[in-house]
């Protein structure tokens, strides 16, 4: 659930030692934890816990996991900050430095997630289906079967849009959690750059980020990954690549 992306042509990649530390810690309610390798770190999850979101208990998980971060000496910073500095290849290397990203647009980034984030000063990247956000309930029956879950519901634009005006970014996803690794090459092209201009057009504003379902780099094919670098600046993934 959690990634940790490096950077490298384009590309944010995972590091695997820090990822299992930290959901270790998560799955435990943060108990014993090693010290965490000093640099630049994104971590990427979807929501807080997997379950029907409950706003009082995971506001408390999710307080509990960014006080523990902290307990273990990280910094949080901007995601345009760790973009910066992580594209520029004069990475930060004094500290333990997190930003922070959300895939899909469930209603608890922007009910729970994003509220406790800007009390630590500071933003996210949320990744968005825009195809999920104010959607059908029919289609949230099909989306909900495509990922392999059913707890959650998603933001409605207007919570988008007042993300996007309190100074977090919004990112692309594909269409509709489309897995980027088949022969159809149309549809890929459809679901990646019509993803882009429906959040252009509501927002008003370039969409540069990035992440395809699923991650890793098995589930996107080379046709895929060049469409992707010529419509969008960053792109990120959650393995070694």
């Not at 995972?14 to 270790?24: H, K, Q, V």
């Not at 999710?62 to 990475?91: C, H, Q, W």
């Not at 100074?167 to 549809?187: A, P, Q, S, V, W």
Request: hydrophobic content about 35%; charged content about 25%.
């Amino acid at each position: 659930m959690m990634r940790i992306p490096s950077y490298n042509n384009n590309i944010f990649r995972i590091n695997p030692y820090l990822r299992r530390t930290l959901r270790g810690a998560y799955l435990k309610f943060f108990g014993n934890i090693l010290p965490v390798q000093k640099g630049i770190h994104i971590l990427n999850a979807h929501y807080v816990q997997t379950g029907f979101t409950d706003i009082e208990k995971d506001t408390k998980i999710f307080e509990m996991y960014l006080e523990n971060l902290k307990d273990i000496g990280s910094k949080f910073i901007r995601i345009e900050e760790a973009t910066k500095y992580v594209t520029s290849k004069n990475p930060l290397h004094d500290k333990c430095y997190i930003a922070f990203t959300f895939d899909d647009g469930y209603e608890e980034e922007y009910v729970i997630i994003a509220p406790i984030l800007e009390r630590y000063n500071t933003n996210a990247a949320f990744f968005i289906n825009s195809n999920y956000i104010s959607s059908s309930f029919n289609y949230q029956q099909s989306y909900n079967k495509r990922v392999a879950l059913n707890t959650k519901k998603p933001m409605t634009w207007k919570h988008v849009i007042d993300l996007h005006h309190r100074g977090h970014i919004i990112g692309g996803h594909t269409l509709d959690h489309y897995m980027l690794n088949t022969n159809d090459n149309k549809e890929i092209f459809r679901q990646i750059v019509e993803d882009k201009k429906n959040i252009e057009d509501r927002l008003g504003k370039n969409c540069n980020y990035f992440a395809w379902p699923y991650g890793n780099s098995r589930y996107l094919s080379k046709e895929a990954l060049d469409i992707c670098l010529n419509y969008y600046k960053y792109i990120f993934n959650s393995d070694n690549w």
